[in-house]
């Protein structure tokens, strides 16, 4: 291919940024405009190519693309393809990398939240949820259980890091989202858009998941808490439902992630 570039050398600075830059430094590449990320897999670039994610630079050890990595060679056009052996790969990455490429992107300017939330019935609010793989792996739940849309705080992991976008299987693309600013007051907005708020929490005035007062309302927003201490006590004080899933044999609560999957699934219905 024509903008294909063989390289030996891994510490060359067109590589810095995928050797050198944090996320973080990543997300604030351009500011005050939106930075860029860095994708993996070719599952994962192919969908944020569909979802129009403009592409700066590929990096791949692939020398017999199938039909998805050619597709992806085919969206970079004139924008450089590195290509290099995998052991310099896995060296560059510090560890074996599944699928042998990584595709650096432009990050695209975030919706509203009134933009998100537009005409959705049954959207999906994150509070504060550190974990890139339990942040991924609700976008994939939301996704394939029919949440319409995601809403996130200030302080949650952003869903286009490398790991939480991989463990989406690419569904952060897929599904409409955006984030809070911080100190926002997310539950005022929620009451604002006519929603009602369900947070998941250990209560007093818990009720079951199953109980068919959720289900009463047309609009719903589940609300899923930190990994660690949950949901703020102020937004279960003003959530119009808190529910619980019932446990077995003295267990308390599940992983946040697999709280979301059970959720969506129960009340959504």
Request: hydrophobic residues 40%.
């Amino acid at each position: 291919m024509k903008n294909g570039i063989k390289i030996k050398d891994i510490g060359i600075p067109e590589l810095s940024i995928y050797r050198d830059l944090s996320e973080m430094q990543l997300r604030r590449f351009n500011e005050p405009d939106p930075g860029i990320f860095i994708c993996e897999s070719t599952k994962v670039i192919c969908r944020a190519l569909d979802a129009r994610y403009e592409p700066l630079s590929l990096l791949t050890c692939i020398d017999e693309p199938d039909e998805e990595v050619s597709f992806i060679m085919e969206k970079m056009e004139e924008r450089p393809v590195y290509m290099c052996e995998k052991e310099a790969l896995s060296k560059l990455t510090g560890y074996n990398l599944t699928g042998g490429i990584l595709c650096a992107m432009k990050r695209q300017v975030l919706k509203t939240p009134e933009g998100v939330c537009a005409g959705k019935t049954r959207i999906a609010v994150l509070e504060d949820v550190e974990n890139p793989t339990n942040l991924g792996a609700i976008f994939r739940s939301a996704a394939a259980l029919g949440i319409e849309a995601v809403l996130i705080t200030g302080d949650c992991t952003d869903p286009l890091y490398r790991r939480a976008a991989r463990v989406s299987m690419g569904t952060v693309f897929l599904i409409p989202w955006t984030r809070f600013g911080r100190g926002f007051d997310h539950m005022g907005f929620l009451s604002d858009q006519g929603f009602t708020t369900i947070s998941m929490a250990l209560s007093d005035r818990a009720i079951s998941i199953r109980d068919e007062r959720i289900k009463q309302s047309d609009k719903r927003a589940i609300i899923l808490g930190n990994e660690d201490s949950g949901l703020k006590d102020d937004t279960i004080a003003r959530s119009d439902h808190v529910v619980m899933i019932p446990m077995a044999k003295g267990v308390d609560s599940l992983n946040v992630a697999a709280a979301s999957a059970v959720a969506f699934w129960e009340m959504l219905s």
